[in-house]
């Protein structure tokens, strides 16, 4: 039998198909070293567990209310100047909010700009939109706003930004997020603005919001992650901050898609809200301390530009790249040789790039590096 057209228009998530890849190398028993995850790769806080199971021991087992616990919904919206719970929506995962999102603002045929190279999923879930995704490259992995500007024109309905970068670490700076509002504000445009990693940011800088101008409140929706932030990523919790409207709009929508996201995973979440700032605090050091070390190696090896925030590097292997060899050839080269697994730039987008993960042990990192450098 034909599945439809709209199913056979997408691509497989490559990250996904990398991680069961992974999967059944080690369960034939081979050594991996992971560099292609995409976990933070600590165990969530104590507070989380524990909360998680008191609620299943009090039954908090049932369907609760589709956009979210009200006393979690009004927790996050703290962080968001001038919002209450009516501004937030809960969802199983980030992954989910952006796809409701594209559903909610996308008409057939619109066109949303997304910077490349880009998360894998984005493209897929525009054109699960109907609409069509545009694709605009960056420059150092900075946005280039003049290209995006060029790429704008009556059908375009949204811009997207993710902001610290999955696959380039890059963090985008407030200067750039003013002008990228100006442009949607002049051309009435949504913005759709990933911060999924936005509590990962090195060098003691800060991770800027979009929101934080507010004449582009009302076209702005934000998304968050709990899976990045408290490494919850097997919860399944995400959350999208916007006007009521849009709330209301993207409620209609889960109500019929999934209804409300696990009740007692909830729970975890709001113990996760409700902590101090100590834990991110350290995983952040420790992560720094590992980009430190993935940064010293890689651009050692290869072109990279130092990343400042999430967990990745993405530097660019063609001096490594014998003619008519592919990024994909080139990791498959390594997991053979090596035992570690990284992402070719394909994925993302662009050729000629693998994605490094350096959310592991500061021992298997330096192990992994040394096994690449000595193939190389
Ligand atoms: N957005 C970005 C940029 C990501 O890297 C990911 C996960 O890797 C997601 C969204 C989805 O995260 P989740 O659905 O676990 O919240």
Not at 15 to 22: A, D, K, R, Y
Not at 91 to 101: D, E
Not at 143 to 166: C, F, S
């Amino acid at each position: 039998m034909k599945l439809s057209d709209r199913i056979q228009s997408i691509e497989e998530s490559k990250t996904v198909q990398f991680s069961s890849l992974i999967h059944n190398l080690r369960k034939q028993g081979k050594a991996v070293i992971d560099f292609a995850v995409g976990e933070p790769g600590f165990d969530p806080p104590q507070e989380v567990i524990d909360s998680t199971k008191e609620a299943l021991d009090a039954q908090k087992t049932r369907y609760g209310p589709v956009a979210g616990l009200p006393e979690l919904k009004a927790k996050l919206a703290g962080a968001f100047e001038g919002y209450g719970e009516e501004n937030i929506i809960l969802s199983n995962g980030s992954k989910q909010s952006l796809y409701s999102i594209f559903q909610a603002i996308c008409d057939p045929d619109d066109e949303v700009i997304i910077p490349r190279p880009f998360w894998v999923s984005f493209s897929q879930q525009v054109k699960l939109a109907g609409a069509k995704p545009v694709f605009v490259d960056t420059k150092r992995h900075q946005l280039d706003v003049e290209e995006i500007e060029q790429a704008v024109n009556k059908r375009t309905r949204a811009i997207v930004i993710n902001t610290p970068n999955n696959p380039t670490g890059a963090v985008y700076p407030k200067k750039i997020l003013e002008t990228v509002a100006g442009l949607a504000l002049e051309h009435d445009l949504f913005i759709v603005s990933d911060e999924s990693y936005n509590f990962f940011v090195y060098d003691g800088i800060e991770s800027e919001s979009i929101f934080s101008f507010k004449a582009v409140r009302d076209r702005t929706l934000v998304t968050r992650s709990f899976s990045k932030s408290f490494s919850m990523t097997g919860f399944r919790i995400g959350y999208v901050a916007a006007s009521e409207d849009i709330i209301k709009g993207l409620a209609k929508l889960q109500g019929h898609l999934s209804g409300n996201v696990c009740t007692f995973a909830q729970y975890g979440a709001l113990a996760a809200v409700s902590l101090n700032n100590d834990f991110i605090v350290q995983w952040r050091y420790q992560l720094q301390r590992r980009r430190d070390i993935a940064y010293e190696y890689v651009s050692k090896l290869f072109d990279c530009i130092r990343p400042q925030g999430a967990f990745y590097v993405f530097p660019d292997i063609s001096k490594h790249l014998k003619s008519g060899e592919t990024s994909e050839d080139f990791a498959a080269k390594i997991l053979t040789h090596t035992g570690v697994a990284v992402v070719p730039g394909e994925a993302f987008g662009i050729p000629n790039h693998i994605r490094i993960s350096y959310a592991v042990p500061e021992i298997l990192l330096i192990k992994g590096f040394r096994k690449i450098a000595e193939v190389l």
